[in-house]
């Protein structure tokens, strides 16, 4: 082993000083994040070149800019800010074939990048076959197209799913045996229209609840295949949350998960959650996610690829045994509530988790539905733009699509997760931990809540005071109503009574 293996070996930053990467879903949540950390801890860095969309009157270089103008990167800006001329945009589109690259920005990849990390995908459960097959499993093939070419590849690594084998109750870090044929699927989609695919959908999915998880299942298998010839790792996050400390804690730029239920629920507007009571709802900080994808480019960049090497997959996942139910989850969100509360809420913070379908669907058109209409009507008659009816939709279409995680349990494999932490040298752990086993949930929960009120709802908390007061006003008037109609309904049976 030379001397620049040994220093890699001994140090991430390192490892990395020189590499030159190839990222895709860089303007999504964990990709943004995955570029502020590479950026700012890994200072020396060769180039990140970032795979983006081009936009109707926005330039890439527009896009960039106004990327890096989020908080998320004033740390990067200030303690590293030379390095984010080091952040390269590259037009393509995951939904087109080869990426939708051209002929020259293809070559430059083949000639200067090292490592590639494929993090793109259509992330909605509830689309098309054909569109998650072409974003999903047709990327992943052309991803990997392109690494057999690349000159001087040390890693690419896959960001996949958890839950992407829902049908074993213990999800091991393996790549599981494919239940179809990718290759058919591709065939099948670039000839087929949405409309006639959608139409054996049902007996495509098989055991896969959505697009999405079926998706990505087989995309698995095309990392699994091609990793016979290249340096391949699969990351599995569970959902996706909230940053525990790095680079800010509670950063956040999406409504998924509990922070979401928290915002939507405070507001009085989400009187129903359909799930189980006692599942756990496994959640991970979205920089344990990103400090787990360095780890693994690390130790790949690190092995010698031989013909009986495998695939890596590491289950990226809060432990079972630090996990707590969704009721449990509302009960400390609504204490965190009354101490941190939004400033946009119309009623108390109280839902009800209901796990029959049915019951479900009844209890929605009375709780929410009937009140989104009487609410729009009010806002029409006020001059103002109803919109509440399309936020319950919305949240009723969420709720139910998240429903098959919410009313099921799995447990999660951690043997690689654990063998990753035992391999980051001692000056690197902190930087890059992924060690969550004394992680205080409550705690968590606070700053996810503080993170979901500045960044997701662009609150000041400075004007905590104010919002404590709405809330106190909130609850009286709540109170008050629920007498009256409490008072009025025992008058009812009296005189019922009285007639009898």
Not at 16 to 35: D, N, P, R
Not at 246 to 275: A, H, K
Request: include cysteine.
């Amino acid at each position: 082993m030379d001397k620049d293996t040994i220093d890699a070996a001994k140090s991430i930053p390192t490892f990395y000083a020189g590499q030159s990467i190839f990222l895709t879903g860089a303007t999504g949540f964990l990709g943004k994040v995955l570029i502020e950390k590479i950026l700012r801890c890994c200072p020396n860095i060769g180039e990140i070149f970032i795979l983006m969309r081009p936009k109707k009157g926005q330039s890439l270089n527009e896009r960039v800019e106004k990327m890096l103008n989020l908080p998320l990167y004033d740390k990067l800006r200030e303690e590293q800010p030379s390095n984010i001329r080091k952040l390269i945009a590259i037009s393509g589109d995951i939904s087109q074939e080869n990426l939708g690259l051209s002929a020259v920005d293809r070559q430059i990849l083949i000639e200067r990048v090292t490592i590639i990390i494929h993090n793109a995908a259509n992330v909605k459960f509830n689309d098309s076959l054909k569109y998650a097959i072409l974003t999903n499993i047709r990327s992943t093939r052309d991803i990997c197209i392109l690494a057999e070419n690349v000159k001087n590849l040390k890693a690419l690594v896959y960001v996949s799913t958890a839950f992407a084998h829902l049908e074993n109750p213990f999800i091991k870090e393996k790549v599981y045996p494919p239940v179809t044929d990718w290759r058919k699927f591709i065939k099948v989609a670039e000839s087929l229209d949405e409309h006639t695919l959608n139409v054996f959908a049902h007996k495509c999915l098989d055991n896969s609840p959505n697009t999405y998880i079926f998706s990505k299942k087989l995309a698995e298998n095309i990392i699994q295949e091609y990793s016979a010839a290249l340096p391949c790792a699969i990351v599995r996050p569970s959902m996706v949350v909230g940053s525990l400390k790095d680079p800010i804690p509670g950063w956040i730029d999406n409504f998924n998960g509990p922070i979401g239920l928290l915002c939507f629920g405070s507001t009085g507007l989400l009187r129903l959650v359909y799930g189980n009571n006692h599942i756990p709802q496994n959640n991970v900080p979205v920089d344990t996610v990103i400090n787990t994808i360095i780890l693994v480019i690390w130790k790949l960049g690190l092995t010698t690829l031989t013909p009986e090497s495998t695939c890596f997959v590491v289950n990226c996942t809060f432990p079972d045994e630090n996990n707590i139910s969704l009721q449990e989850l509302i009960t400390r969100g609504s204490k965190i509530l009354r101490e941190i509360p939004f400033e946009k809420c119309f009623w108390t913070f109280h839902p009800f988790i209901i796990e029959s379908v049915i019951m479900h669907y009844i209890l929605t058109i009375l709780f929410h539905i009937i009140p989104a209409i009487i609410l729009d009507s009010v806002l029409k008659l006020s001059g103002r733009q109803p919109m509440i009816l399309k936020l319950q939709r919305k949240a009723y279409v969420v709720n139910r699509v998240l429903g098959h995680f919410a009313c099921n349990k799995w447990k999660f494999d951690d043997t690689n997760s654990k063998y990753l932490m035992s391999l980051i040298p001692p000056d690197n752990r902190e930087m890059f931990s992924i060690d969550l086993s004394d992680v205080d949930m409550t705690k968590y929960m606070r700053i996810g809540t503080i993170g979901g009120k500045k960044y997701l709802l662009h609150e000041d908390m400075n004007r905590l005071d104010a919002a404590k007061a709405r809330q106190k006003r909130v609850y009286l008037f709540v109170t008050t109503f629920k007498t009256i109609i409490a008072i009025a309904m025992l008058w009812m049976i009296y005189k019922w009574m009285l007639l009898e």
